[in-house]
T-cell receptor, first 117, second 114 residues
Framework: GAVVSQHPSRVICKSGTSVKIECRSLDFQATTMFWYRQFPKKSLMLMATSNEGSKATYEQGVEKDKFLINHASLTLSTLTVTSAHPEDSSFYIC?????????????FGQGTRLTVV | GQQLNQSPQSMFIQEGEDVSMNCTSSSIFNTWLWYKQDPGEGPVLLIALYKAGELTSNGRLTAQFGITRKDSFLNISASIPSDVGIYFCAGFNAGGTSYGKLTFGQGTILTVHP
């Protein structure tokens, strides 16, 4: 099956520090990965589309300098929350689509619970 | 951004009852997906629909892709306690400049009482 692994699952950090979240496709190659943010009992909000070897495409209202995305290989994308503030506390989820099955469904990571104190 | 209209927003049912939820869109999608999300976890794919009119089953789950390509429903038969969670519909169109971005419904929170 298509497995997407996200790490860490939970992280607590102090205000002003940066946090990196990794998203890996374990058994397939993904030219495109997506990063979402989710508030409690709400739907997933797309933050950005991560493209291997090129700059990420951010959704309107998402700060590029705040949420740095790097997609350096076909199996890894990272999201770095820079200078974190308590309002950045949220559940962050990534998804990836199989490069060879581009017209099929995306698979999600387990999510990362970020708490900024 | 655009969202699909998913209803109901929440359901409280007794174990053994059947459940039905649906999604509608103002625009066409060529693929519809249904996901379930448990607390603190990422969404897990339940059913994928690729053809208008398609009816697909996965165990106690049945989903249909509407003929107009603007709607889909998900039915759960004989619900059990582990069906508890949030169910999301999602639509996408492969190719083009959208990179196959998913458009999500607001979610249906399902509670099953034993």
């Amino acid at each position: 099956g298509a497995v997407v692994s996200q790490h860490p699952s939970r992280v607590i950090c102090k205000s002003g520090t940066s946090v990196k979240i990794e998203c890996r496709s374990l058994d397939f190659q993904a030219t495109t990965m997506f990063w979402y943010r989710q508030f409690p009992k709400k739907s997933l909000m797309l933050m950005a589309t991560s493209n291997e070897g090129s700059k990420a495409t951010y959704e309107q209202g998402v700060e590029k300098d705040k949420f740095l995305i790097n997609h350096a290989s076909l199996t890894l994308s990272t999201l770095t929350v820079t200078s974190a503030h308590p309002e950045d506390s949220s559940f962050y989820i990534c998804s990836a689509r199989n490069r060879d099955l581009w017209n099929t469904e995306a698979f999600f990571g387990q999510g990362t619970r970020l708490t900024v104190v | 951004g655009q969202q699909l209209n998913q209803s109901p927003q929440s359901m409280f049912i007794q174990e053994g009852e059947d459940v039905s939820m649906n999604c509608t869109s103002s625009s066409i999608f060529n693929t519809w997906l249904w996901y379930k999300q448990d607390p603190g976890e990422g969404p897990v794919l339940l059913i994928a629909l690729y053809k208008a009119g398609e009816l697909t089953s996965n165990g106690r789950l049945t989903a249909q892709f509407g003929i107009t390509r603007k709607d889909s429903f998900l039915n759960i038969s004989a619900s059990i306690p582990s069906d508890v969670g949030i169910y999301f519909c999602a639509g996408f169109n492969a190719g083009g400049t959208s990179y196959g971005k998913l458009t999500f419904g607001q979610g249906t929170i399902l509670t099953v009482h034993p």
